[in-house]
């Protein structure tokens, strides 16, 4: 085993070499000996040491404001005091300061290497315990990070799965081809303008991309028919919520994102369908999947009707709001509706949005 590094401080040369060598005739220490402590406190800087032994009564620095100067510096060196008076101002303070053990004068050589080897032992194991807490915490952490790339990975590849069932939705019909896309990045749009979390813009954009997934069971002769709808037929459209929230119920996902699937076409007045809820009742995400989607169609070509101008749709928003949709939500489409053209017209925003962390 090496030798363990040990200072000594006291003002008295006499005593100071007494101890000096006494300490060095057990082979197991090397012992810097100091008669101030400013020298003392030099070498600690320049060196490491197991433990420090100090005289209390010293000029320009006494013992205890060593003690107090080393538990700043180095907390895990243990300081032993030599006294020689019983002062229990000074004890007191000195325990206070976290003092590892007193010697008062005259002290036996043998209780001095037995004190010396218990604080140079508790110093090792100050020492492991520190390299092994440092160890462990670099150990979190790269395990973190590669639980996070993982869970990234992850997210990636079931974003990708969840876009891949929705181009299956949409690739038959090119009137509605893009549209999920699109309700999605201007749903991320006003969730980002309202202040959403990250946890719920990523809902917001699942429940988003996904809100028409109920359309695979409605009769595709019924969705591309350029005549008004029967009666029978809208209120076969009307159940695409209830088709499409049954379909994603057994994947597991957020309850949130099946409630913007079930709600999207519900009404701010409670007019709306499948179940005709109302204010209080519509979960916020869906109101704002609501202002996208119609915001959508209306800005879309559809088989019935040509579409209508960027400004006239964000206008015609505005003029539902606190029927069909939410006013609050309503007038951040109204204020945000410049950020929302910008993203509509660049497909590498509309990609991010698809893929990128929304934290």
């Not at 363990?4 to 006291?10: M, P």
């Not at 996902?253 to 005709?276: F, M």
Request: with cysteine; net charge negative; aromatic share 6%.
């Amino acid at each position: 085993m090496s030798q363990r590094n040990i200072l000594l401080i006291d003002d008295d040369r006499a005593i100071l070499d007494c101890i000096r060598l006494s300490l060095n005739s057990l082979g197991e220490f090397r012992v810097v000996a100091c008669e101030d402590a400013y020298e003392g406190i030099e070498w600690l800087k320049t060196e490491s040491f197991s433990a420090v032994i100090t005289d209390v009564n010293m000029p320009r620095m006494n013992g205890l404001e060593l003690l107090k100067w080393i538990g700043t510096f180095n907390p895990n060196i243990p300081v032993i005091l030599i006294t020689g008076n019983n002062d229990s101002d000074i004890m007191l303070n000195a325990i206070h300061l976290g003092v590892y053990e007193f010697l008062r004068k005259p002290f036996a050589m043998n209780d001095l290497h037995i004190t010396v080897k218990q604080a140079v032992e508790k110093h090792d194991l100050l020492i492991q315990n520190e390299l092994y807490k440092n160890h462990l915490e670099s150990l979190v952490e790269q395990r973190t990070k590669e639980l996070n790339t993982a869970k990234h990975k992850l997210e990636q590849s079931y974003l990708n799965t969840i876009h891949a069932m929705v181009n299956a939705m949409e690739v038959n019909d090119i009137y509605t081809r893009g549209h999920s896309e699109r309700v999605m990045a201007v749903s991320i749009c006003l969730g980002q303008a309202l202040g959403l979390s990250s946890e719920d813009l990523d809902i917001l954009r699942i429940g988003a991309l996904l809100h028409d997934m109920g359309k695979i069971g409605i009769l595709s002769n019924v969705l591309k028919k350029e005549q008004s709808l029967t009666d029978t037929e809208y209120e076969d459209v009307k159940q695409h919520p209830i088709i499409g929230a049954k379909i994603i119920d057994p994947i597991g996902l957020p309850g949130a994102v099946s409630e913007i699937i079930l709600q999207h076409h519900e009404w701010y007045n409670g007019e709306g369908y499948p179940y005709g809820i109302g204010n209080g009742e519509i979960n916020p995400l869906a109101g704002i999947v609501s202002v996208a989607d119609s915001f959508d169609a209306m800005t879309s070509v559809r088989p019935y009707r040509g579409k209508l101008d960027f400004y006239k749709a964000v206008e015609e928003i505005r003029r539902h709001s606190g029927q069909q949709f939410d006013p609050n939500i309503a007038q951040t489409m109204v204020k945000c509706q410049m950020q929302v053209f910008n993203v509509l017209n660049n497909p590498r925003q509309m990609k991010d949005l698809l893929t990128q962390d929304l934290g």
